[in-house]
């Protein structure tokens, strides 16, 4: 017997889950605000009922807090967290290098390097928001590059915040241009099969994006967040 797959339409709930999601992730929604469903319904032209639902399961995400008595609210993120965040990326990036390394990376060296070319792209033409979609993508080659997904479960957990932090983090050129290098050098330590190096410039990369949204929130400049030019030079470039 022979069945075709049917083809579900998107839900109204999905269709502003979609929506709210890039909305904070982009910066379109502060993180903080205050959310009233009645005014996202009006908004996005729907009734209140599928706006509820896109706000329950956005909690689920960690981007949106639901408190009885407060309401509902962008989330915040503490200086804390951003160590907390920093920590599980740490050990499920490398862990997911440590695997394609051990199953064989040339899969994750081709992906890589069409992320790459598309990042250069991208800030040819100055889009910083594909920019920060592609970094995204990049990393996201090398959490399902693992084969894990069990590891790709535990990145989705945490992939909307740390899209919403990298957004605030890479608001202008000087910070752009220099994560695309980083990006660049951590491509060719893959394709190099340089595994530690691989290690250490990607937890230093990680590490990195708390000290930029840190400099962000407090206004300081971005030398001042710790990845300068000078630090990066210092990291392995072949």
């Known amino acids: 017997m022979n069945l075709e797959k049917l083809s579900r339409p998107e839900s109204l709930a999905e269709m502003a889950q979609r929506e709210l999601r890039n909305a904070i992730i982009e910066g379109r929604l502060k993180l903080g605000d205050q959310l009233s469903e009645i005014r ?4 996005l032209g729907i009734s209140k009922t599928p706006v509820r639902e896109a706000l329950m399961q956005l ?11 407060r309401g509902t609210s962008i989330f915040r993120i503490e200086d804390e967290e951003i160590d907390q965040i920093a920590g599980l990326r740490r050990l499920l990036e ?10 064989g990376r040339e899969d994750a060296v081709r992906e890589m390097r069409k992320v790459i070319e598309r990042m250069e792209r991208a800030i040819a033409k100055g889009d910083f928001q594909a920019y920060r979609r592609l970094d995204a993508d990049f990393h996201m080659v090398l959490i399902e590059g693992s084969g894990n997904p069990y590891l790709v479960a535990a990145y989705n957990l945490i992939s909307a915040k740390i899209g919403a932090l990298r957004s605030r983090a890479h608001d202008d050129t000087h910070v752009v241009d220099r994560s695309l290098e980083t990006h660049r050098r951590l491509f060719r330590l893959l394709e190099a099969g340089e595994e530690q190096a691989l290690y250490e410039l990607l937890a230093f990369h990680i590490d990195n994006t708390g000290r930029d949204y840190r400099a962000w929130l407090s206004g300081r400049s971005l030398d001042a967040a710790g990845e300068t030019p000078a630090a990066l030079e210092a990291m392995p470039s072949r």
């Open 94 to 103: 490398t862990e997911a290098v440590r695997l394609i390394f051990r199953n």
């Open 59 to 69: 909690r689920r995400e960690g981007l949106v807090q639901i408190d009885p008595q």
């Open 40 to 43: 996202l319904s009006k908004m």
